[in-house]
């Protein structure tokens, strides 16, 4: 039987293996409606109950498995070959100290970028924040732009300007300080999916360009501007959050 986390709740007369694959996922968590239970523990509970196995699959164990009560009988099994002749993927870590930065990437990424572009593959730039920037910042006296939202607790808004429920717009192009009313321009500080997309479309002029985060409707930027539906195939960048790696 193969399905999604309410067959844990299936009747299974002639029980013999659980499988709860990317058993880290935080999806097997219901949080919503009158019940809430987690699919994962629920078959461990279940397979334990009819004495048979439960095996919990996952590249990236969640924590609380790696450190269950050396008292159970679990065994750990470890794949040490990937299927196929697959290859694992390689790493590399930027120094953004020493690596120069344009338009808020660094250089020697956006030098992989052209590379992967010229043989004809995608690119997946990922970031977990949306909107333009974190902060709005007065580089004369160190104001940060509150967000709408907060007026009471002054804090800033954490996604600029499209990425706020409320804001979408900078609220302010000069410092409004109470303290210091200095009045010098404001600037964005960080990053965020839309800024990382219009700096990359100023770096790939001709290339498609697609934004994916919550709330949004997918859309690819046409070279030379503007928007249009879009197939995720048909985009050679994709930007986004969280999404990214589940939609593309």
Known sequence: ??????????????????????????????????????????????????????????????????????????????????????????????????????????????????????????????????????????????????CREWPTRGSPCISLPDGCAVITAAPTRRCRSAVHQCGFAVKPVGQGTQRIEESLGTLFPGVTIARLEPGRREKARRPGGGDAPHVLGEARILVGTQMVHQRA
């Not at 924590?63 to 790493?91: D, I, M, N, V």
Request: glycine fraction near 8%.
């Open 1 to 146: 039987m193969l399905g999604t986390t309410l067959v844990v709740f299936a009747p299974v007369p002639e029980l013999g293996l659980i499988v709860v694959d990317e058993e880290h996922d935080p999806s097997f968590k219901q949080h919503e409606g009158g019940f809430r239970y987690s699919a994962r523990d629920l078959a461990v509970m279940r397979a334990a109950a009819r004495g048979r196995a439960v095996l919990l699959g996952s590249a990236t164990p969640a924590l609380e498995t790696c450190t269950t009560s050396p008292r159970a009988a679990h065994a750990r099994l470890r794949l040490l070959h990937r299927a196929g002749e697959s290859q694992p993927p390689r790493l590399a870590l930027l120094d953004l100290r020493t690596s120069a930065m344009r338009a808020g990437v660094a250089t020697p990424a956006v030098l992989a970028i052209e590379r992967h572009l010229a043989d004809d593959g995608q690119v997946l730039v990922f970031l977990n924040r949306r909107g333009y920037a974190p902060t709005l910042l007065c580089t004369a006296c160190g104001w940060i732009a509150p």
